[in-house]
């Protein structure tokens, strides 16, 4: 079969990247010959692992903002390094820290460098708190710890009076309505599913359990409960409103919101962002069983998706995650919408996709349009696709074209510029960021600076780059 086989794959073999070898001419060589294979076979016969991870990103990097990563030298490091997304987790630190932190990210943006080329724009993201189910106090104190051995009897209570009341035979929970919603046989969850509960008898405001997964348990632990609907747990919380409306003020580009099961959180959560807030993106994080049942409605509501593994493989059975991951994303993918997959992904993965057929597909799931700014955007993707173009750059004055190109873009080879003045504190430029990770340059003679660049090598192409 191999010897078979061969032959065809030879003759095929490296046909773009030794044809096109134009000398005034920059083109993406990485998996190039993989990606302009005819069929998905042929696609993954021609990858090479010996080829480089291509250099221009459609992917974005969020790098969560900490004690040890907050100041602007640090900053400015993850900056040349590729963050594209600043976040910042709401669940820890006060309002205070927290402005310091964005004021710092504001300041390592705009004094990295003076050179317009290698300006980067970073997107800051608020990452709520959410609705969220907790441990008290074990034996009342903050820094105590309790084992619960395998096979132990263990009552979890809810009533007010035993929430400090935690040791070895109790645990005390703050969701009153834990009773209500679960069921003998049903699970308890806690520090992230590193111990597990078996639901034996239920009470009125109690119920018995066996531990099945043993371990250490400190205070105030992560509580989950798979396969519940967890009635009366307010998508936005008190603190989540107060952290919202300092987000607003702030001037954040996005809102990562919490444990989203509806269309519904995500409306309340544009309630309390308001008028003020009405151009920061909501970013729904999925991450519950009712999150995926509903996440058609989710999407429609949301800016982009959070797909939140870690927390899906203590809500669904871990097999499944992966399937509930390629479904979002699929979908969002056809919605046009930006997703996010949490965590650890590869960059190698990017140039490893058929990106010639997930564009094919997407043209025919798109409704035939008259629109000619999409009409033209989805011209010159096409173009750039066929001419392995190293760069498109649009000119646009409110991000309308970018982000038509952007959509479009995030299924082929390439990187775009977006070419238009800069607005600073919540404007489009840095909240776009997102979508494709495109670069973001200022109008004038910071891009004319571009052709500039090119001139200098004497060839004339800085010309052709502004007639383009």
């Not at 083109?27 to 993989?34: E, G, S, V």
């Not at 005390?172 to 639901?199: F, H, M, N, Q, T």
């Not at 008259?370 to 066929?386: L, N, R, W, Y």
Request: with cysteine; charged share 25%; aromatic share 6%.
């Amino acid at each position: 079969m191999d010897r078979l086989f061969d032959p065809l794959l030879s003759a095929r073999i490296r046909r773009y990247s030794e044809a096109m070898t134009q000398p005034d001419s920059f083109i993406q060589r990485q998996q190039l010959d993989a990606s302009m294979a005819d069929t998905f076979l042929e696609h993954l016969c021609l990858l090479d692992i010996d080829q480089e991870p291509i250099t221009a990103r459609n992917t974005s990097i969020i790098c969560t903002i900490g004690p040890a990563s907050r100041s602007i030298p640090k900053l400015q490091e993850m900056v040349k390094a590729g963050m594209n997304i600043a976040r910042l987790n709401f669940s820890h630190g006060s309002h205070e820290y927290h402005g310091e932190s964005i004021k710092n990210i504001r300041e390592a943006v705009e004094t990295i460098t003076s050179d317009p080329l290698y300006y980067r724009p970073v997107a800051i993201a608020l990452d709520t708190k959410g609705p969220e189910i907790r441990t008290g106090l074990v034996k009342g104190k903050v820094e105590e710890e309790v084992e619960l051995g395998k096979g132990s009897t263990v009552r979890v209570v809810t009533a007010e009076s035993d929430k400090d009341k935690t040791d070895g035979k109790i645990v005390w929970v703050d969701y009153p309505s834990l009773a209500k919603v679960i069921e003998k046989g049903g699970k308890i969850y806690i520090d992230d599913g590193l111990i597990g509960l078996r639901v034996t008898e239920i009470g009125p405001d109690w119920v018995d359990t066996v531990v099945e997964a043993g371990g250490k348990l400190c205070s105030r632990k992560g509580v989950n409960i798979p396969g519940c609907d967890l009635v009366g747990l307010q998508a936005v919380s008190e603190r989540d409103e107060a952290d919202l409306r300092f987000g607003v003020s702030q001037g954040v580009d996005m809102v990562f919101a919490s444990f989203i099961r509806s269309a519904k959180d995500v409306k309340d959560v544009r309630r309390v962002l308001g008028a003020h807030g009405r151009e920061i993106k909501v970013i729904s994080k999925v991450e519950s069983r009712q999150g995926v049942q509903n996440f058609e409605e989710i999407l429609a509501e949301s800016d982009g998706v959070m797909v939140a593994r870690g927390d899906l493989g203590i809500e669904i059975p871990a097999e499944k995650v992966f399937i509930a991951q390629k479904m979002m994303i699929g979908r969002c993918n056809s919605a046009g919408k930006p997703v996010i997959c949490a965590t650890q992904i590869c960059r190698e993965a990017e140039a490893a996709i058929f990106h010639q057929q997930l564009f094919e597909e997407l043209r025919r799931l798109t409704p035939l349009s008259s629109d000619p700014t999409e009409v033209t955007a989805i011209g010159a993707v096409e173009s750039s696709f066929k001419s392995c173009a190293g760069a498109i750059i649009v000119l646009t004055t409110s991000g309308r074209a970018q982000r038509f190109t952007s959509v479009k873009l995030c299924f082929i080879e390439g990187a775009a510029l977006r070419i238009c003045p800069r607005r600073r504190g919540g404007g489009e430029d840095t909240a776009d960021s997102l979508w494709s990770g495109l670069n973001v340059i200022e109008s004038g003679q910071k891009w004319k600076s571009l052709a500039a660049a090119a001139d200098e090598r004497g060839d004339g192409s800085g010309r052709r780059t502004l007639n383009t």
